[in-house]
């Protein structure tokens, strides 16, 4: 089993996110728009910050993250939550509690040596205790 990497795991999720929108409208425009282009090239330098270990890294992802959710709302289901979760603070603010909870339940059991994936997989698809089976 190999040990869970949040840094490396972030880095793999932001480049295919990267991937995923350059497909689509705004990103997909030629000219691209000033906007998009200055999203895009924090995206790229905040990427560049995780392979080098940067430490302010973390600051300029929630920045980042702050600025998809209020600019680009309609993409911004498709970043995947434990991307907010890693860089937390103000990335936060866009999960509810209760996802909270699992992502602090998740951290806590994989610390204790439990597989990162297996645990995550237990987490999220478990139903909840007051939903009542038909």
Not at 11 to 18: P, S, Y
């Amino acid at each position: 089993m190999q040990a869970y990497n949040p840094r490396h795991h972030t880095l793999i999720l932001l480049k295919d996110f990267e991937k995923t929108v350059k497909q689509g409208i705004p990103f997909n425009q030629e000219p691209l728009g000033e906007d998009e282009a200055s999203f895009l090239d924090q995206l790229q330098r905040i990427v560049a910050g995780l392979e080098d270990n940067q430490s302010d890294v973390q600051f300029e992802g929630q920045t980042w993250l702050s600025r998809l959710f209020r600019n680009y709302p309609t993409i911004a289901p498709i970043m995947p939550r434990e991307v907010l979760w890693y860089f937390g603070g103000e990335a936060l603010h866009f999960m509810p509690d209760e996802e909270i909870e699992k992502f602090q339940k998740l951290e806590e059991l994989v610390a204790e040596g439990h597989d990162y994936l297996e645990t995550k997989i237990a987490i999220f698809n478990k139903k909840d205790d007051n939903t009542t089976e038909h």
